[in-house]
């Protein structure tokens, strides 16, 4: 297949934090390559910003490395490794104080994209707006990208939101949801807006539920302390669920346009039920073998911080009353996996003698592992005998679309980061979208704490707790099964 590559105008890209951990997994390989596909303009340049000191060539070895590390199997022609180091400097840099910034500001160019990446913990967001605006580099050419998390709750998100409208335009703010960028997440408004078959259908009426699944193999880890004052609610569901579910649920937006799209995930938040306590099964998971539990990864040993969340939710408006949506998210589970499953209603009647049952079709709809899709059909076991009917899966599963070994399956931070540069925010969340996803909910965060409810311990390796297989059970519904 060939794919059209449309080189990007020249930028100048700074990633603040570029010696940490993002920068070294996802954004530095990004980068490179989009620099392989043939994106990167000649001119392009990326600046390396961190607190610590080191000479561009230092930098250059640490990239190199991150590439070695990261990119492994991914081809790209001998010596564009290179001709890519040679596009990148450093520039050692205090968020909170003056070290760097008249470099920083000496090295810009004028008339070229400026794009500045703000990968660092979100209290030097505001002092990295700021300071920008002082050294006289926040003009009406320059973006900024925002990690998550963007606040956590509602009035610190507003502050936020405040603090960086000080110095720049909501349109020069680019809020990342890397789930956004992934080839899937397109797809699914693609195939919701591209197609006759299935916007039809798409509703209550045809529906019966829908459910999404972010499950993990890994603990807390060493982010237990950080993670601890968050929660799978916060870290989550606020931002990652909240997204495919707008994407899931929204009205077809009248073009794909960056407000367009974003006015109509933000009509989804706003007519979100408020969950009853009886909907949300909260869990913390047990130690097992060698792997410690949740609170030994903790200080707090009477900790109430929840490591996996299931939550049933219903969206009041004509397209989807009626039609439960049931989420999930959880660390430590029995397998890596995150799919958004869409399971239509039963058919009314079975006219086949020989067919036990009726039938319903599920379009599954895969983030990781395997990005793709497949939609359960019914059709005719084959060979003589009577009509007997299977499920077989309608299987599109990208990698194989797209490449041999899946390799031109782009990740989401090469999109995303390209989308920055083109200055299109469709795939990024906009101000009064984040508000609007903490207004709903802080409620029932203050809900559970106030009525000092305690997270259910789980089997590491399960599904969950107990529980959460019965908030779907009681609705004569079940999960599917999370497996790799
Ligand atoms: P990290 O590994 O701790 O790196 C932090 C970076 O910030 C380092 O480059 C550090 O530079 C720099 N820094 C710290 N204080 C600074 C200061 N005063 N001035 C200038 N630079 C300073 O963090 P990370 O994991 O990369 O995460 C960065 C952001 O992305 C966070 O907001 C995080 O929540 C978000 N995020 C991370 C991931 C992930 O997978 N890591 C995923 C999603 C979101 P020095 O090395 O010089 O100290």
């Known amino acids: 297949m060939v794919s059209r590559v449309i080189p990007v105008e020249s930028f100048d890209l700074v990633i603040f934090g570029g010696t940490g951990d993002l920068a070294r997994r996802k954004i530095l390989p990004a980068l490179f390559r989009r620099f392989c596909a043939g994106q990167m303009e000649d001119g392009a340049r990326i600046i390396g910003a961190a607190r610590s000191e080191h000479t561009t060539a230092e930098y250059r070895r640490f990239v190199?490395?991150?590439?070695?590390?990261?990119n492994a199997g991914r081809s790209c022609e001998t010596g564009t490794l290179d001709a890519f180091l040679d596009s990148i400097s450093f520039v050692q840099?205090?968020?909170?104080?003056?070290t760097g910034w008249s470099e920083l500001a000496g090295l810009m160019q004028p008339d070229r994209v400026r794009a500045f990446y703000f990968s660092v913990g979100p209290s030097l967001f505001?002092?990295?707006?700021?300071?920008?605006?002082?050294?006289?580099m926040a003009d009406s050419d320059t973006r900024i990208v925002v990690e998550k998390p963007f606040g956590r709750d509602l009035d610190s998100a507003r502050a936020l939101n405040v603090t960086l409208a000080q110095h720049f335009d909501e349109s020069q703010i680019y809020r990342i949801d890397h789930y956004l960028g992934k080839e899937t997440v397109q797809n699914l408004m693609a195939v919701r807006f591209g197609n006759m078959l299935f916007e039809p259908l798409w509703n209550s009426q045809y529906v019966d539920h829908i459910q999404i699944t972010?499950?993990?193999?890994?603990?807390v880890g060493g982010r237990g302390e950080y993670y601890d004052k968050s929660g799978a609610m916060r870290d989550m569901v606020q931002n990652h669920l909240m997204q495919l579910l707008c994407l899931i649920?929204?009205?077809?937006?009248?073009?794909f346009d960056p407000d367009a799209v974003r006015d109509e995930k933000l009509k989804v938040i706003r007519a979100l039920d408020a969950v009853r306590a009886e909907d949300i099964v909260r869990g913390q998971y047990l130690a097992e073998a060698e792997k410690p539990g949740y609170l030994e990864h903790v200080d707090d040993q009477t900790s109430r911080t929840e490591s996996f969340i299931a939550l049933k939710l219903g969206i009041s408006n004509w397209r989807w009353a009626g039609t439960p949506f049931y989420l999930r998210t959880g660390k430590r589970l029995r397998a890596r996996t995150s799919e958004i499953a869409v399971v239509f209603k039963e058919t009314p009647h079975s006219i086949f003698e020989d067919d036990g049952g009726r039938h319903r079709n599920i379009l599954t709809i895969r983030l990781q592992p395997n990005e793709g899709m497949d939609l359960g059909v019914t059709i005719k076991e084959p060979g003589p005998g009577g009509m007997r009917l299977i499920d077989v899966p309608l299987d599109m599963t990208f990698a194989d679309a797209l490449g041999p070994d899946g390799e031109d399956v782009p990740d989401a931070y090469e999109r995303l980061i390209m989308d920055v540069v083109r200055g299109n925010q469709t795939l990024f969340m906009r101000g009064d979208e984040v508000e609007a996803a903490w207004a709903w909910t802080d409620p029932l965060i203050a809900a559970w704490e106030a009525r000092g409810d305690r997270p259910q311990a789980y089997e590491s390796g399960s599904s969950g707790p107990e529980d959460a297989l019965m908030l779907m059970h009681r609705d004569g519904r079940r999960w599917r099964e999370i497996r790799p």
């Open 64 to 70: 190199a490395e991150a590439i070695a590390e990261f």
């Open 126 to 136: 505001g002092p990295l707006a700021e300071r920008l605006h002082q050294h006289g």
């Open 93 to 98: 840099i205090d968020a909170m104080g003056d």
């Open 214 to 219: 972010v499950a993990e193999t890994v603990g």
């Open 249 to 255: 649920a929204m009205e077809p937006p009248a073009k």
